[in-house]
């Protein structure tokens, strides 16, 4: 089955313990994105890579860290967490970089204490 | 002004209705237009895409976009109540300088009334 797969589901943890949230796609898809969301906001570009070593940032990407050293994976880190960061968080991907839809995998709710 | 815009609703309509969502957008190079559907605390998932001018159906769905205006809209006949959701529209964006990037607006929420 084709789909983005995030892992975990959900996570509580405190102030400052570094994390990584895990992304990984079985389409092949040249493009992987991650986003948040937060009521009323919407949802928020924190990365976004177009291919195997190539990242860049998306609007808002303080507090963030992303590798794509595979086509399949996009770790998300967050090396030092902080309250502010509690959010639900997803992970897209697409087979190229314009014209074509975003899969999102199930998202990762976030809660920094 | 928001690059994506919609109206955040609720958009009560009652079961067996058409449902209209509605949403423009600002920037004159935009080349593909997404409608997804999030239900509360889930990932959204795509329900149309529409990359020309006019109308495109599926099922019970239908996308229209006019890009001289600058809006897409999404048109649900036959409302049922599994249809209350977020719709979120995304809007694929072709700058003239710079990366492609996937807009959305903060979706409307649309509640169908048994």
């Known amino acids: 089955e084709a789909q983005v797969t995030q892992n975990p589901r959900y996570l509580i943890t405190v102030t400052g313990k570094k994390l990584t949230v895990t992304c990984s796609q079985n389409?092949?898809?040249?493009?992987m994105s991650w986003y948040r969301q937060d009521p009323g906001l919407g949802l928020r570009q924190i990365y976004y890579?177009?291919?195997?070593?190539?990242?860049d940032k998306g609007d808002v990407p303080e507090g963030y860290k992303v590798s794509r050293k595979e086509k399949r994976n996009f770790p998300l880190i967050l090396e030092s967490p902080s309250p502010n960061q509690t959010s639900l968080y997803f992970c897209?991907?697409?087979?190229?970089?314009?014209?074509?839809?975003?899969?999102f995998g199930n998202g990762t709710r976030l809660t920094v204490t | 002004q928001k690059e994506v815009e919609q109206n955040s609703g609720p958009l009560s309509v009652p079961e067996g209705a058409i449902a209209s969502l509605n949403c423009t957008y600002s920037?004159?190079?935009?080349?593909?237009f997404f409608w997804y559907r999030q239900y509360s605390g889930k990932s959204p998932e795509l329900i149309m895409s529409?990359?020309?001018?006019g109308d495109k159906e599926d099922g019970r769905f239908t996308a229209q976009l006019n890009k001289a205006s600058q809006y897409v809209s999404l048109l649900i006949r036959d409302s049922q109540p599994s249809d209350s959701a977020t719709y979120l529209c995304?809007?694929?964006?072709?700058?003239?300088?710079?990366?492609?990037?996937?807009?959305f607006g903060t979706g409307t929420r649309l509640k169908v009334l048994a």
């Open positions: 897209a991907s697409s087979r190229s970089r314009n014209n074509s839809p975003l899969h």
């Open positions: 389409m092949n898809h040249e493009y």
């Open positions: 890579s177009m291919n195997v070593e190539a990242t």
């Open positions: 920037d004159r190079v935009s080349q593909s």
């Open positions: 529409i990359y020309s001018n």
């Open positions: 995304a809007v694929n964006i072709v700058p003239l300088s710079g990366t492609y990037k996937y807009i």
